[in-house]
């Protein structure tokens, strides 16, 4: 069965401290990946999603950027954290094939910037 | 027209009733429209899906209405369970170029069961 684990699963970093979050899944090949994020209270916002290694396609412009050095490896980085990048990290897979929409997350990175 | 409307925000339920929450969208190309449970501190788990060529969906309890003409879905608890004390969100999609697709989410409602 697939797995998709994400870590830290909680992070407290000062302002203009440089981030690393990592996703990775087991059990798949070849998945699409994604990293939404979510503010307290509210719905989730796509931030970024890859359908391949080194292919990043990015939704909102921000302080954030992501990379897919492997299959099933996702991270989200930033170089100078904002207080306006805490939230809830969500990274997402699905399979890559055509009309299997089933999006799966992982259980999140709550990101605290003081 | 890539927003997903949902209401209520939140809602209160006794143990055994139905809930019933209510998501509308304006873009026609969206194909795909599941629901997601999430609970506090967790990531969201898919709940049950329904594809824009069925009016009806029913896995166990949990039941999505479809209506194409007006571009409205919605999701039906029945006999709801304090353990179903949740977050739902709507959530609907349409593929991309890149053999990829995007989930637009819907705001979220609260869900409250009480015993």
């Known amino acids: 069965s697939q797995t998709i684990h994400q870590w830290p699963a909680t992070l407290v970093q000062p302002v203009g401290s440089p981030l690393s979050l990592e996703c990775t899944v087991e059990g798949t090949s070849n998945p699409n990946l994604y990293w939404y994020r979510q503010a307290a209270g509210r719905g989730l916002q796509l931030l970024f999603y890859s359908v391949g290694i080194g292919q990043i396609s990015s939704e909102v412009p921000q302080n954030l950027s992501a990379s897919r050095p492997q299959d099933r490896q996702f991270i989200l980085s930033s170089k100078k954290l904002l207080l306006s990048d805490s939230g809830f990290y969500l990274c997402a897979w699905s399979v890559r094939l055509r009309r299997s929409y089933e999006q799966y997350f992982g259980p999140g990175t709550r990101l605290t910037v003081t | ?115």
């Open chain 2, 1 to 115: 027209q890539q927003q997903v409307k949902q209401s209520p925000q939140s809602l209160i339920v006794q143990k055994g009733g139905i809930s019933i929450i209510n998501c509308a969208y304006e873009n026609t190309a969206f194909d795909y429209f599941p629901w997601y449970q999430q609970f506090p501190g967790k990531g969201p788990a898919l709940l049950i899906a329904i594809r824009p060529d069925v009016s009806e969906k029913k896995e166990g309890r949990f039941t999505i209405s479809f209506n194409k003409s007006a571009k409205q879905f919605s999701l039906h608890i029945m006999d709801s369970q304090p353990g179903d004390s949740a977050t739902y969100f709507c959530a609907a999609s349409k593929g991309l170029a890149d053999s990829s697709y995007k989930l637009i989410f819907g705001s979220g409602t609260r869900l409250l069961v009480r015993p």
